[in-house]
């Protein structure tokens, strides 16, 4: 027997080899990989295995030259905001950064836009893992949706000041009418409600208020948005309006526009800085705009779970309701009670979500959904969180006072902000739940056992016909049998579950950990599985030029908060010091403190202009 099943193990291996050669890909460090598409791209564990503890692995996918690479994830769930999958719109991680994903996801797509490569950095921490992602690669010769071409230009309106966020690390178009240069351009359009003339305020800022040049064409008018595109691309559009000033402050205006027309507005950011355009309709207008083309959240449920009495947490889920969303960028929910999780473009209303790891206090919550694409297009639902449910003499975890992130760091990057765990005095309890089944239940045993140690801390069986059990396991110190364990439900005659029987690990009691084996599983079936320690969560609040940056984790995880440094010096470095604190949730008390020094390097010039010429006059003293 056991021969038997050694066989079909290297059997199975070899097959798996065999689907790897055949374009499909498990996460590790593997370059670039060119050509890359069709196939799967899996976590490390493969379609059938949890990826592990402590991955840092990077890996590049391009499509063939002029084709752009996308990548649909069907599944995606990994541990949420302690494991971290990070994608990057280009070849490298000096490429435009998009966004990290974590948690458990619905199904999202994420698509290469400049040039045809995309990158992945996927980070796990040192406890607890998951059954990891599967997405399918594509590709395809038609650009994507987003508001980087006309095609895909994002609606607005004037009836109100409406904000948008800008455009950077785009590629010029070239000299378009008066436009002798088209850096970062993003494209709105609108339709008019009631004739008249039309006074558009424009005006460009970065995210510290300081005004930036903005330029602008707009054509029309037009019956559609693809009519319009077509004659812009050909070079056939009338232009309506058109300014290359130097000036963050800039109008448009449309003199006779009528009802139903359709306008097309292109706007560029020429110092490629990240900030936000604002449009406002004049004084002197007499038209107005149709804001029932714009995005509009009309509602978000938001449903919090029990308290998770191992961790003191719970979660909240529900679903985002929409009208017109945006065409890129990401929706990004949040709690005002901790924890958040982002969901990229594209957006099908209703919109689900799931935000885990919020601490269990009692009291008034609130989840907020916005879009970064449309900052105005928002909404937040109130909700009440479950009373703590974790002990009030929970055990507080330990931190180092150092942080191991690194000492340099690039201007408007996102860094990475890194204080390991240093002791865990906490404990695990789990319950092992089931029914052996109508028939042959006395042929059905269990047992759990320690990945650390390899022995078994649980056991049960043979059951009888049809009846249920609820074993408590622990409380159990992590210390000594770790917090990875492995189920083993066997059969003695080799016919699995008969009559509705099943086996599940539950965390809290009511909640699994996973699915339940049952059915037809032969000899044996196995799943492996993390158990939370129930020890407080601890906060860090990190001190940077920008304010206080807070992150709380569970579990005694490593703290990994990104952050984003800033040097507007483009000669010199600067050094960054960024203090820090970590209390613990139950106490109160301050359990690490300490400090970072990072020497920033500054954003690189993009223009002529960016560059000075600094000399001295010996003779006045200047």
């Given at each position: 027997m056991k021969l038997k099943k050694y066989f079909i193990f290297f059997l199975l291996q070899v097959l798996v080899v065999?689907?790897?050669?055949a374009q499909n890909y498990n996460m590790g460090n593997l370059g670039t990989i060119t050509n890359a598409c069709g196939g799967n791209f899996y976590d490390s564990g493969g379609?059938?295995?949890?990826?592990?503890?402590?991955?840092?692995?990077?890996?590049?996918?391009c499509a063939p030259p002029g084709q752009y690479i996308s990548f649909t994830f069907t599944s995606f769930n990994i541990e949420s905001n302690?494991?971290?999958?990070?994608v990057y719109n280009g070849p490298n991680t000096l490429s435009p950064y998009i966004g990290s994903y974590t948690g458990n996801l619905s199904t999202f797509t994420i698509t290469s836009t400049l040039g045809g490569c995309l990158t992945f950095v996927?980070?796990?921490?040192?406890?607890?893992?998951?059954?990891?992602w599967v997405a399918q690669i594509s590709c395809g010769s038609t650009p994507p949706s987003t508001g980087d071409d006309c095609n895909s230009a994002?609606?607005?309106?004037?009836?109100?000041?409406?904000?948008?966020?800008?455009?950077?690390?785009?590629?010029?178009?070239?000299?378009?009418?008066?436009?002798?240069?088209?850096?970062?351009?993003?494209?709105?359009?609108?339709?008019?409600?009631?004739?008249?003339?039309?006074?558009?305020?424009?005006a460009q800022y970065d995210n510290f208020g300081f005004p930036i040049d903005v330029d602008f064409d707009l054509w029309g008018p037009f019956p559609n948005i693809p009519t319009g595109c077509a004659a812009i691309y050909n070079g056939t559009a009338p232009s309506v309006d058109c300014s290359y000033s130097a000036s963050a402050f800039e109008q448009a205006n449309i003199v006779g526009a009528q009802t139903g027309e359709v306008y097309i507005l292109l706007l560029t950011n020429y110092s490629n800085t990240a900030g936000t355009i604002t449009f406002n309709a004049a004084s002197g207008s007499t038209a107005t705009t149709?804001?029932?083309?714009?995005?509009?959240?009309?509602?978000?449920?938001?449903?919090?779970?029990?308290?998770?009495?191992?961790?003191?947490?719970?979660?909240?889920?529900?679903?985002?309701?929409?009208?017109?969303?945006?065409?890129?960028?990401?929706?990004?929910?949040?709690?005002s009670c901790g924890g958040s999780v982002s969901i990229s473009a594209p957006f099908t209303s209703p919109i689900s979500y799931t935000i885990s790891g919020i601490p269990?206090?009692?009291?008034?919550?609130?989840?907020?959904a916005s879009f970064s694409a449309d900052a105005s297009c928002s909404y937040t639902q109130s909700y009440t969180a479950p009373a703590s449910c974790g002990s009030s003499g929970l055990n507080c975890p330990t931190y180092a006072n150092t942080s191991t992130s690194p000492n340099t760091a690039c201007a408007g990057q996102v860094y990475y902000f890194d204080v390991a765990n240093t002791g865990c005095n906490g404990t695990i309890t789990f319950n092992v739940v089931g029914n052996y089944g109508s028939l042959?239940?006395?042929?059905?045993?269990?047992?759990?056992?320690?990945?650390?140690?390899?022995?078994?801390?649980?056991?049960?069986?043979?059951?009888?016909?049809?009846?249920?059990?609820?074993?408590?396991?622990?409380?159990?110190?992590?210390?000594?049998?770790?917090n990875i364990f492995t189920l083993y439900v066997y059969d003695s005659y080799g016919d699995g579950f008969y009559g509705g029987g099943y086996i599940t690990v539950q965390q809290p009691l009511g909640t699994n950990l996973f699915p339940q084996i049952t059915g037809n599983f032969g000899l044996q079936a196995s799943t492996m599985f993390g158990a939370n320690i129930a020890i407080s969560p601890a906060t860090i609040t990190i001190t940077t030029p920008t304010g206080p940056i807070t992150s709380t984790v569970t579990g005694c995880n490593n703290f990994h908060v990104p952050i984003t440094l800033q040097n507007v010096n483009l000669c010199n470095t600067i050094n960054v010091n960024l203090p820090f604190t970590i209390t613990c949730q139950s106490t109160g008390a301050v359990i690490s403190t300490g400090s970072k020094s990072v020497t920033v390097y500054p954003s690189l010039p993009t223009t002529a202009s960016d560059l000075v010429d600094i000399s001295f006059n010996s003779s006045t003293c200047t």
């Open positions: 065999g689907v790897t050669k379609p059938g295995s949890n990826y592990s503890n402590n991955e840092l692995y990077t890996a590049t996918f302690f494991d971290w999958l990070d996927f980070d796990s921490d040192g406890s607890v893992t998951s059954s990891g994002n609606p607005f309106c004037t009836g109100t000041t409406y904000t948008f966020a800008n455009n950077t690390n785009q590629p010029n178009l070239g000299a378009i009418d008066c436009l002798y240069s088209t850096p970062n351009p993003v494209w709105y359009y609108m339709q008019i409600a009631n004739p008249g003339n039309l006074n558009i305020d424009i149709d804001c029932s083309i714009l995005c509009n959240i009309t509602n978000v449920t938001a449903n919090p779970s029990v308290c998770n009495t191992s961790t003191n947490t719970y979660s909240v889920s529900g679903q985002v309701t929409v009208t017109n969303p945006p065409n890129s960028g990401s929706l990004i929910l949040s709690t269990a206090t009692g009291g008034a919550c609130n989840v907020t042959w239940a006395n042929e059905i045993t269990w047992e759990v056992t320690s990945l650390l140690t390899g022995t078994t801390i649980a056991s049960g069986g043979p059951g009888s016909n049809g009846a249920s059990f609820n074993v408590t396991v622990g409380p159990l110190n992590p210390a000594v049998v770790g």
